[in-house]
DNA sequence: CACGAAGCGGAGCAAGCGCTCCGGATAAGG
DNA sequence: CCTTATCCGGAGCGCTTGCTCCGCTTCGTG
């Protein structure tokens, strides 16, 4: 299984919101100057206590969470909160990289673990939906995917599906014409239909991934694709 | 075609939110009282000037639209739009239930335009996804059938639904098991596809909704849908 | 231990929202 | 035409939310 792995291009650095350190922009490297003093402990722990309190609220609320809930949940205050990260969007990005690159990471596992191609397709649907679809925020980034420029943990994404895409293709099981746009949409639809029936109705997506799914197959279908 | 229409129940009196007159919930009808005096026409002219404004805006933006937006665009003050209709989820709901009534209706026409029940099937899901996908409230709406209550106009909807998956079914053509549920969630999932892809790629889930439909087919499946 | 850079917390600001209030305008009955 | 019930407009209140400011605390070093 030759996928290439997208995550160990980028090394698990702390992401990009750690300190941009305003001075530097006009000396990137300030040599002979005062060297800037480690971080301490207990910012640290903040820093990663954060991340952990906003990855859960993000998952239950999606972006539109109130920033005050992350500091309390996180035991934290907001001035904290805001000097690790400037921005509310800066750590929605860094939660937003870390979890999509696990879910590549998971999903690429999947993929590779199955010699079917098929059941690989199936597979990484059934973990997605099942695993990744309550995620509000992933979700809701996922649907910007046609509006905007990718996330970094997007692209990861797409290069597992496009991969699970060529694989079914060449081994004919997959219908003539569908393209890894089309999987990734079916997704972004799919995790919207979990999303709105899992409280009352779980596992009704189920059916309904199970009509796409052979609605994708290769055989018995009257006409091709439109462009 | 022997559809029940549900808007010959509804009479098209002005919705429920005209004014509800507190006075009345203890003597409904005080006949030897003072008479209350016809609205005036500016009222009644505004009143369809903020429905109007409001449908357009409800369309574009959904349900988190600000009111000062409806005001403004309907050429009406805050205190005209306020005294109409008491809080802002009068108005919308005046608003989703004239929508969701149209919609209805015109689907019923679709529907029973066609002799085959396939072609039926299809046209609605067409008809539906090109003109009422892209009406932001109105979906907004339909994901919330699961969770609470019905509207009004989305049981008009169901009874169209219910009716092509019967005669889809009666006729062999829809795959065994297959519900009314199930193509009403199909029909929030492509709504939210086509939002998602309307801007930046127009027709990409014309794609999906093919892949849909042939997955509905009676024939050709490998085995049933799961309960 | 003592000192200061780095970090902390939360009151508070500005903007955006739903909704109210009330002085002024106006349509309709006499 | 006059009167008045009815209606109009928009300033403004109370609340939420993103973000800032600044006095106080704490960690790490000499």
Known sequence: MAVPDPASATHPQPASATRPDPASATRPQPKGTTRRRAPRADALRN???I???AAEVLAEQGTAVDVREIARRSGVGMGTLYRHFPK??????TVLLRDFSTWARAARATA??????WTALTAFFQQALTGYARHRAIMENLALTWAGPDLEGVRQLRLVIEHLCDRACAAGLLRPG???????LLLVSLGH?????????????NRLLCISLDGLRATGHPQPLPA
Chains 1, 2 share one sequence.
Request: net charge negative; hydrophobic share 35%.
């Open 178 to 184: 569908v393209t890894t746009d089309d999987l990734l």
């Open 51 to 53: 991340i952990q309190a």
């Open 112 to 117: 590779c673990d199955a010699e079917d191609p």
């Open 47 to 49: 820093r990663e206590a």
């Open 193 to 205: 239909a979990v999303q709105i029936t899992d409280e009352c109705r779980p596992g009704q997506w």
């Open 88 to 93: 509310k969007e800066d750590l929605v990005h």
